[in-house]
């Protein structure tokens, strides 16, 4: 049984709170999930494919990232969650947005990295390819291929100045 902090819109940690992975959330509680969009210092940018067998199956994800664990800070889950899903460990994430959905609040990083690239680690049922691609494929990605209108808003982000 998973279970997370309950926090109120502001990202304030309800005391006394705990939610449970599967279970409705109530109204005006709200979870947190990480995102990491990773940039390597060439330029390029790094795009895991979903597990076939998983929602959104084959589409490409621009971030790592997923639901923070009971007690764990947002940089923490976004560290842990990077690590788990392209075995990259990385100090260089920097928070670069937040935006509200369903009961959720999503904390979004930037991770800067220079490292080996084909060392990123797939996470077995999670992911089953990754690639790396340039700013311009990224921001040109169709809707189709890259998974969620909240991905699509974030890489859209990007175009306006968010990298820096």
């Known amino acids: ?19 449970i992975r599967g279970e409705k959330i109530p109204d005006g509680i709200f979870h947190l999930v990480s995102d990491v969009l990773v940039r390597h210092t060439d330029g390029s940018y ?26 764990e800070s947002p940089i923490e889950c ?4 990077l690590w788990e899903e392209t075995g990259i460990k990385s100090d260089n994430l920097f928070e670069v947005g937040r935006t509200k959905n369903a009961g959720t609040i999503y904390v979004e990083y930037l ?21 790396w691609v340039s700013r311009l ?16 808003k974030f890489v859209n982000e990007l175009q306006q100045g968010f990298e820096k």
Request: with cysteine.
């Open 78 to 81: 976004a560290a842990r969650e």
């Open 111 to 131: 991770c800067i990295t220079d490292c080996p690239k084909d060392s990123i680690r797939l996470q077995e049922g999670e992911t089953s390819a990754y690639r």
């Open 137 to 152: 494929e990224l921001l040109e990605m169709k809707k189709d291929k890259l998974v969620t209108e909240r991905m699509q």
């Open 46 to 71: 790094l795009l895991m494919q979903r597990d076939r067998r998983k929602h959104f199956g084959g589409m490409w994800e621009a971030t790592a990232g997923g639901s923070a664990l009971a007690g």
């Open 1 to 19: 049984m998973e279970k997370w902090d309950a926090y109120d819109e502001n990202l304030s940690k309800i005391p006394n709170m705990v939610l």
